[in-house]
């Protein structure tokens, strides 16, 4: 995880970078300018985590819980409860986000496969196959209604 240094910044200072790096994220404006920041600026393990993140919370409002989206993720309840907290601390950030998203159809389709995969994933375990049938024929039904017609 990331490790900050011993020597703290005054609390202006800190303050003042912080102001910067939001101004130089509000100034990226195409995807491959936003993907060549984030391939400087993360590790590869932080350019793994903060999708995972984003992914949990969208699956934490959908209403699956902690042990499900473990499960599937293959991350920890430590993450999970942090991401968690936020949502229910606050979590405008997160809400703000996934409403967006979910406008974007290419976006929404990435979002209903990981759904199916832990649908697919719960059914094979060993769940009530039925249940599972059920939810996923009222997700098809759901995606015909709103499919536009071009």
């Not at 985590?49 to 902690?66: D, E, Q, V």
């Not at 989206?69 to 979590?91: D, P």
């Amino acid at each position: 995880m990331t490790q900050i240094s011993r020597r703290a910044l005054g609390p202006d200072v800190q303050k003042r970078i912080y102001e910067i790096f939001v101004d130089v994220l509000k100034e990226v404006q195409t995807s491959s300018e936003v993907q060549s920041l984030l391939e400087d600026f993360l590790t590869p393990t932080e350019r793994v985590m903060l999708p995972k993140r984003l992914c949990i919370a969208y699956l934490l409002l959908k209403g699956y819980n902690h042990r499900t989206i473990s499960s599937y993720l293959k991350v920890s309840f430590t993450t999970l409860n942090r991401v968690s907290t936020a949502l229910k601390t606050g979590g405008q950030g997160y809400t703000l986000v996934l409403k967006r998203l979910q406008k974007q159809e290419k976006i929404e389709k990435i979002l209903k496969q990981i759904e199916e995969g832990i649908v697919s994933m719960l059914a094979s375990i060993g769940g009530p196959t039925q249940v599972w049938k059920h939810i996923q024929n009222e997700q098809r039904r759901q995606t015909y209604r709103n499919r536009k017609p071009f």
